[in-house]
């Protein structure tokens, strides 16, 4: 199994900045790629950036969040960050980590985690 913790969410003023982790476990993992979602109440959950995780090549960048945000991970700690920054109530959501990853040879999975809330208002 692959467990995956999310941390770093809080309450900020518009145009404030937090900076969002999350640290994947597990024995014998494998992380192919890593994933930010979003997902806010009533609303569909919502890719919001990707990152590989063999060279940190960013991949999918939503565009309502170009040039606010930065995704990143740390493989030796096997942990993805997500910078985000100039933040706007538009992002206030529960916001989940996703890898595609296997264990040993097992063949590769979707694995979430549980979410970090991110609330901006005035």
């Known amino acids: 199994q692959v467990q995956l913790v999310e941390s770093g969410g809080g309450v900020v003023q518009p145009g404030g900045s937090l900076r969002l982790s999350c640290a994947a476990s597990?024995?014998?993992?494998?992380?192919?790629?890593w994933h930010w979602y979003r997902q806010a109440p009533g609303k569909e959950r919502d890719m919001v950036a990707s990152?590989?995780?063999?060279?940190?090549?960013?991949?999918y960048m939503d565009s309502s969040v170009k040039g606010r945000f930065t995704i990143s991970r740390d493989s030796a700690k096997n942990t993805m960050y997500l910078q985000m920054n100039n933040l706007q109530p538009e992002d206030t959501a529960l916001y989940l980590c996703h890898v595609w990853a296997r264990v040993s040879s097992n063949p590769y999975d979707h694995y979430w985690g549980q979410g970090t809330q991110v609330t901006v208002s005035p």
């Open positions: 597990g024995t014998n993992i494998d992380i192919n790629n």
């Open positions: 990152v590989h995780n063999i060279d940190g090549r960013p991949g």
